[in-house]
């Protein structure tokens, strides 16, 4: 027996293909969307298609923009000695929300997994050799996720780069601000405690 009517069902089913969209939420999802106007519908529905076909890859670091340069490559006080190396334009998007980093940066668009079949070749990081070779970097800090294939692709970059005599580096990883060290898993406390600086 069919719950939905059809174009309902299609809609939640579409939904739920969304990342971190689970099947309540695509529910509630596609209910809030019945219950709008059509027109607030058909705004969303505008914005959807306006940002997939107006959006492009920067044609230096690779994040998101509308432009061939990104507003972040084209601002001339960017400190370009410092490139930071990002999976991906979220990444990006954390770094930046901090108001602390002034560089600029390379978003790899992954990273390497070969349990996924993504290997070097499905990388930017031909690209991210190419920007190196400029000249202009004298650092690169490695800004990737604390997971089986951040640490590899951090490790296997930083083999590929450290010949070219450019500083590599890792941004900090241990305990979050208020967490417990008793709460915190082995490995959590091992980085924080190799990240510690004096005070």
């Known amino acids: 027996m069919r719950v939905y009517a059809r174009p309902l069902a299609r809609l939640i089913e579409q939904l739920e293909r969304l990342p971190g969209i689970g099947p309540k939420s695509a529910q509630r999802l596609a209910f809030h969307l019945l219950r709008v106007s059509r027109d607030e519908t058909q705004q969303l529905a505008n914005a959807i298609i306006d940002a ?15 432009e061939p340069e990104c507003p972040i490559c084209a601002d001339p006080r960017r400190d370009r000695s410092q490139l930071c190396v990002v999976a991906d334009a ?36 031909k690209e991210l050799l190419a920007r190196l070779r400029s000249g202009e970097a004298t650092e690169v800090i490695m800004a990737l996720n604390p997971v089986v294939e951040g640490d590899a692709t951090a490790m296997y970059l930083a083999g590929l780069i450290k010949p070219l005599g450019i500083k590599v580096t890792r941004i900090a990883l241990g305990l979050p601000v208020g967490g417990d060290l008793d709460y915190a898993d082995q490995m959590t406390v091992t980085r924080a405690l190799e990240g510690r600086q004096e005070m």
């Open 52 to 66: 997939k076909e107006r959006t492009r890859s920067c044609e230096t670091c690779f994040n998101f923009t509308e």
């Open 90 to 125: 979220r990444d990006l998007s954390a770094m930046e929300n901090t108001g602390e980093y002034h560089g600029v940066y390379h978003v790899l668009q992954g990273l390497l997994s070969p349990m996924d079949d993504i290997g070097p070749e499905d990388l930017r990081i």
